[in-house]
C-alpha cells in the first residue's frame, strides 16, 4: 500500500500574541510585548497550506486549542463568571493571563511525536502529545490536543494516541521537533532519530544559558510506548553550545527526509558517531544515508537561529524531487541567501527551494517546520482520517472567510484583558467544530 507523507499544520488561534513567554527562545524574547497581527498570522499559515496542497503534497489542518484558558485560570485560584477571571488575573497575574492566552498550540511540531505503521511493533500510527512541560503556557496544551487528534485520527484500529508522559522535568518532551524518521520509501521500515537536550539520570553536558527541554528519558520512553525496536532507533544529544545560541528544539538546526539529514556542523555531540550509527542502522534495512551539512564557515549557528534555515521542511514531490520549503528571513540574510543558492546550483540532495512569508509565527520563533505535524500515512489510513481536515480549494475558501469574520488585526499586551476576546474567540472556534466536522472538542461546548 502506498505510503506518503502528509503534514498537518496548525492553525494559528485568534488570540496570536508576543508575550515573551519562551526563555531560550531568542525571538519570542526579542519580539516580547510588540503588536501583533493574528489575522495576518492565520492568512500566512493557511497560504502555506493551500500551496503545498495545490503542489501536490497530502496536507491537513489542525485546529487551535481554547484561548485564553479560563481552566488554568481557575485551577490557580481565580474564581467568579468567566469575565470577572479573566479580569482578576489581569491585574493580579498578568503573566498567567500571557501564558492562558497564548496561541502556541499553532506549532503541532511541537503536538505530538508520531511513528508510522511501518515502524511499530502493532501496526498502528502511534501519537504521543508531548506534555511540553518546560513552558507553563505549552503544558496546559497536551489534553487539549489529545482530544483534537482523537477527533481527526479517531480510527482505534489504525490510530493509537497514547496519553502524555508525566509533565515533570525527568520527562520533558517537545514532540516531534526532536524527532526524525528516515526510510528510503515512506511505507518501508524506517530508523527512527530521537535528539534530546540533557539527561536527567546519566553523565554528559549540559546547557549552561538556556534551558534543554527534552531529556534522553523521556525520548526512550515515547520509543518504548510506540514499540520501536533497538536496531530501528537512533539517539542522539544535541550540542549543549547550541542550545545556549538559542537553537531550542532539533529542528531549528536539522531536518531530515526519507535519506538525507540536512544539519549544521554543530547540530550533535560526537556528529561523526551520530551519521555512522545512522548508516549502519539504514544500511540494515537496505536504505543509504546522505548527511548534507553545512559548515560553520559558510552559515554560523547565530545565521541559522535568526534566518531558521533549517526550520524548513524538506518534501519529497511525487516525481522524487526533493523540495526545501524556507521562511522569507533565509532571503534577506546574505550568507544564508548564498548558501541556498549554491545549494541548487551543485549536485545535492534539495533540488528546489520554495519561500514562504511567515513573519507573524516567525517573529515567536515559530517557522515552516514548526507549523507542520509530519504524519505517513498508508492509503487506508488516510482514508480513516477524518476527511474534513484535508486541505482543499473549498476548505482554503472557507477557512480564509472564516478567519476575515473573526480575527482582529491587532492584538496588543494589554488586550488580553479585553474580556471579548474570550468571546470572540470561543464563536470562531465553535463555528470551527462544524467546518472540520470536530464535534464539541472544545470545554466550552461541552
Ligand atoms: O515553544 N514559541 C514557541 C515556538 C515553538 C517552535 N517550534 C518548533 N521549533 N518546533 C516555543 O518556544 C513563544 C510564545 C510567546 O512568547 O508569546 C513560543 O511559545
Same mark, same amino acid.
Given at each position: 500500500?502506498?505510503?506518503?507523507?502528509?503534514?498537518?499544520?496548525?492553525?494559528?488561534?485568534?488570540?496570536?500574541?508576543?508575550?515573551?513567554?519562551?526563555?531560550?527562545?531568542?525571538?519570542? !524574547?526579542?519580539?516580547?510585548?510588540?503588536?501583533?497581527?493574528?489575522?495576518?498570522?492565520?492568512?500566512?499559515?493557511?497560504?502555506?497550506?493551500?500551496?503545498?496542497?495545490?503542489?501536490?503534497?497530502?496536507?491537513?489542518?489542525?485546529?487551535?486549542? $481554547? #484561548?485564553?484558558?479560563?481552566?488554568?485560570?481557575?485551577?490557580?485560584?481565580?474564581? +467568579?463568571?468567566?469575565?470577572?477571571?479573566?479580569?482578576?488575573?489581569?491585574?493580579?497575574?498578568?503573566?498567567?493571563?500571557?501564558?492562558?492566552?497564548?496561541?502556541?498550540?499553532?506549532?503541532?511540531?511541537? *503536538?505530538?511525536?508520531?511513528?508510522?505503521?511501518?515502524?511499530?511493533?502493532?501496526?498502528?500510527?502511534?501519537?504521543?502529545?508531548?506534555?511540553?512541560?518546560?513552558?507553563? /503556557?505549552?503544558?496546559?496544551?497536551?489534553?487539549?490536543?489529545?482530544?483534537?487528534?482523537?477527533?481527526?485520527?479517531?480510527?482505534?484500529?489504525?490510530?493509537?494516541?497514547? /496519553?502524555?508522559?508525566?509533565?515533570? &522535568?525527568?520527562?520533558?518532551?517537545?514532540?516531534?521537533?526532536? /524527532?526524525?524518521?528516515?526510510?528510503?520509501?515512506?511505507?518501508?521500515?524506517?530508523?527512527?532519530?530521537?535528539?534530546?537536550?540533557?539527561?536527567?539520570?546519566?553523565?554528559?553536558?549540559?546547557?549552561?544559558? %538556556? &534551558?534543554? !527541554?527534552?531529556?534522553? $528519558?523521556?525520548?526512550?520512553?515515547?520509543? !518504548?510506548?510506540?514499540?520501536?525496536?533497538?536496531?530501528?532507533? =537512533?539517539?542522539?544529544?544535541?550540542?549543549?553550545?547550541?542550545?545556549?545560541?538559542?537553537?531550542?528544539?532539533?529542528? =531549528?538546526?536539522?531536518?531530515?527526509?526519507?535519506?538525507?539529514?540536512?544539519?549544521?556542523?554543530?547540530?550533535? =555531540?560526537?556528529?561523526?558517531?551520530?551519521?555512522?550509527?545512522?548508516?549502519?542502522?539504514?544500511?540494515?534495512?537496505?536504505?543509504?544515508?546522505?548527511?548534507?551539512?553545512?559548515?560553520?564557515? $559558510?552559515?554560523?549557528?547565530?545565521?541559522?537561529?535568526?534566518?531558521?534555515?533549517?526550520?524548513?521542511?524538506?518534501?519529497?514531490?511525487?516525481?522524487?524531487?526533493?523540495?526545501?520549503?524556507?521562511?522569507?528571513?533565509?532571503?534577506?540574510?546574505? #550568507?544564508?541567501?548564498?548558501?541556498?543558492?549554491?545549494?541548487?546550483?551543485?549536485?545535492?540532495?534539495?533540488?528546489?527551494?520554495?519561500?514562504?512569508?511567515?513573519?507573524?509565527?516567525?517573529?515567536? +520563533?515559530?517557522?515552516?517546520?514548526?507549523?507542520?505535524?509530519? =504524519?505517513?500515512?498508508?492509503?487506508?489510513?488516510?482514508?480513516?482520517?477524518?476527511?474534513?481536515?484535508?486541505?482543499?480549494?473549498?476548505?482554503?475558501?472557507?477557512?480564509? *472567510?472564516?478567519?476575515?469574520?473573526? %480575527?482582529?488585526?491587532?492584538?496588543?499586551?494589554?488586550?488580553?484583558?479585553?474580556?471579548?476576546?474570550?468571546?470572540?474567540?470561543?464563536?470562531?472556534?465553535?463555528?470551527?467544530?462544524?467546518?472540520? +466536522?470536530?464535534?464539541?472538542?472544545?470545554?466550552?461546548?461541552?
Amino acid at each position: 500500500m502506498l505510503a506518503t507523507e502528509a503534514n498537518f499544520d496548525g492553525l494559528v488561534g485568534p488570540t496570536h500574541n508576543y508575550a515573551g513567554l519562551s526563555f531560550g527562545n531568542v525571538a519570542s !524574547r526579542s519580539n516580547e510585548k510588540s503588536v501583533a497581527n493574528p489575522k495576518a498570522a492565520a492568512k500566512q499559515g493557511l497560504r502555506k497550506m493551500k500551496r503545498l496542497a495545490d503542489l501536490g503534497f497530502h496536507q491537513g489542518v489542525l485546529p487551535p486549542l $481554547e #484561548r485564553p484558558s479560563v481552566r488554568l485560570l481557575r485551577d490557580v485560584g481565580f474564581t +467568579g463568571d468567566d469575565a470577572s477571571v479573566i479580569a482578576r488575573a489581569a491585574r493580579e497575574a498578568p503573566e498567567l493571563l500571557a501564558a492562558a492566552s497564548s496561541a502556541s498550540a499553532m506549532w503541532t511540531a511541537n *503536538a505530538a511525536t508520531v511513528s508510522p505503521s511501518s515502524d511499530t511493533a502493532d501496526g498502528r500510527v502511534h501519537f504521543t502529545p508531548a506534555n511540553l512541560a518546560a513552558k507553563l /503556557h505549552r503544558a496546559i496544551e497536551h489534553g487539549e490536543t489529545r482530544r483534537t487528534l482523537g477527533a481527526i485520527f479517531a480510527d482505534e484500529a489504525r490510530f493509537r494516541i497514547h /496519553h502524555a508522559l508525566p509533565g515533570t &522535568p525527568a520527562l520533558g518532551d517537545e514532540g516531534a521537533a526532536n /524527532h526524525t524518521r528516515f526510510a528510503r520509501e515512506y511505507g518501508e521500515r524506517g530508523v527512527e532519530f530521537f535528539v534530546y537536550g540533557r539527561s536527567e539520570y546519566g553523565q554528559g553536558p549540559q546547557p549552561q544559558r %538556556y &534551558p534543554a !527541554r527534552q531529556t534522553l $528519558e523521556a525520548s526512550r520512553a515515547v520509543a !518504548r510506548l510506540h514499540g520501536l525496536s533497538d536496531d530501528a532507533t =537512533v539517539f542522539a544529544q544535541q550540542t549543549p553550545e547550541v542550545i545556549d545560541a538559542g537553537v531550542f528544539h532539533n529542528d =531549528v538546526i536539522a531536518v531530515g527526509n526519507r535519506t538525507t539529514l540536512f544539519c549544521h556542523q554543530r547540530a550533535f =555531540v560526537d556528529q561523526q558517531k551520530v551519521y555512522d550509527e545512522l548508516r549502519t542502522k539504514l544500511d540494515a534495512h537496505g536504505s543509504k544515508f546522505d548527511a548534507l551539512e553545512v559548515p560553520e564557515s $559558510e552559515v554560523s549557528v547565530e545565521d541559522a537561529v535568526s534566518s531558521y534555515l533549517f526550520n524548513s521542511q524538506l518534501l519529497s514531490s511525487a516525481d522524487g524531487r526533493q523540495l526545501l520549503v524556507v521562511p522569507q528571513e533565509c532571503r534577506e540574510n546574505a #550568507r544564508v541567501a548564498a548558501y541556498l543558492d549554491s545549494l541548487t546550483s551543485r549536485k545535492t540532495p534539495i533540488d528546489e527551494v520554495l519561500v514562504f512569508d511567515l513573519r507573524e509565527s516567525m517573529k515567536n +520563533g515559530g517557522g515552516p517546520a514548526c507549523l507542520r505535524l509530519r =504524519v505517513v500515512l498508508n492509503e487506508a489510513e488516510r482514508a480513516a482520517v477524518n476527511p474534513r481536515a484535508w486541505m482543499n480549494d473549498a476548505l482554503f475558501t472557507r477557512l480564509d *472567510a472564516w478567519i476575515d469574520t473573526h %480575527y482582529r488585526d491587532r492584538i496588543a499586551p494589554a488586550d488580553l484583558a479585553d474580556p471579548k476576546l474570550l468571546a470572540e474567540s470561543r464563536a470562531a472556534l465553535d463555528e470551527l467544530t462544524t467546518i472540520l +466536522g470536530l464535534g464539541a472538542v472544545y470545554d466550552f461546548q461541552r
